[in-house]
Antibody, heavy 120, light 107 residues
Framework: QVTLRESGPALVKPTQTLTLTCTFS??????????VNWIRQPPGKALEWLAR???????YYSTSLKTRLTISRDTSKNQVVLTMTNMDPVDTATYYC????????????WGQGTLVTVSS | DIQMTQSPSSLSASVGDRVTITCRAS??????LNWYQQKPGTAPKLLIY???SLQSGVPSRFSGSGSGTDFTLTISSLQPEDFATYYC?????????FGQGTKLEIK
């Protein structure tokens, strides 16, 4: 059974750096074709893709956010970490991690999401 | 970047109705088009991948079609549990992009 769980602070101040961790089970990011994405959703708004890291450690980012994002992995711990610098109130959202496989390039498993509020 | 546009943004329908949601891409995405269902307070759930393939466990009343830039999600006979928000997503090229969502409400 594949599961993913996001963890991190619920509240950050403007200009701070956000660090989120995705801890997963039921698959290995070291296995060919496996990928983990970060996707966010502001309250009442649409989904927005942020970043992806692959089994071979390739990394991809949102065009508009790439200067602020870093995605990394710890394969031995089954974790993926997303950092976002210079947080702003408009970054308030539920942040999801989600698995994708290169065999189809669709998200087949999502974490439950974690709400991050940016406020002073 | 590829832009995804869904229509309508909201839709009122009754149990038993046939419903169609449209998704248009700003450039061809071949059949790299996925549909997700999201209920309040929960993560999205995959319904359709590769434009027309039904995800395992998803009821057969859901179907998808299209290729290139124009796609549709059809629910053949609405059930009470289908009232939710639906999103299309292209996975043809990075950055991936989602439509703005279609909220399906009970009439």
């Amino acid at each position: 059974q594949v599961t993913l769980r996001e963890s991190g602070p619920a509240l950050v101040k403007p200009t701070q750096t956000l660090t989120l961790t995705c801890t997963f089970s039921g698959f290995s990011l070291g296995t060919g074709g496996m990928c983990v994405n970060w996707i966010r959703q502001p309250p009442g708004k649409a989904l927005e893709w942020l970043a992806r890291i692959d089994w071979d450690d390739d990394k991809y980012y949102s065009t508009s956010l790439k200067t602020r994002l870093t995605i990394s992995r710890d394969t031995s711990k089954n974790q993926v970490v997303l950092t976002m610098t210079n947080m702003d109130p408009v970054d308030t959202a539920t942040y999801y991690c989600a698995r994708m496989k290169s065999s189809g390039w669709y998200v087949d498993c999502w974490g439950q999401g974690t709400l991050v509020t940016v406020s002073s | 970047d590829i832009q995804m546009t869904q229509s309508p943004s909201s839709l009122s329908a009754s149990v038993g109705d046939r419903v169609t949601i449209t998704c248009r891409a700003s450039q061809s995405v071949s059949t790299y088009l996925n549909w997700y269902q999201q209920k309040p307070g929960t993560a999205p759930k995959l319904l359709i991948y590769a434009a027309s393939s039904l995800q395992s466990g998803v009821p057969s009343r859901f179907s998808g079609s299209g290729s290139g830039t124009d796609f549709t999600l059809t629910i053949s006979s609405l059930q009470p549990e289908d009232f939710a928000t639906y999103y299309c997503q292209q996975s043809y090229s990075i950055p991936y992009s989602f439509g703005q969502g279609t909220k399906l409400e009970i009439k």
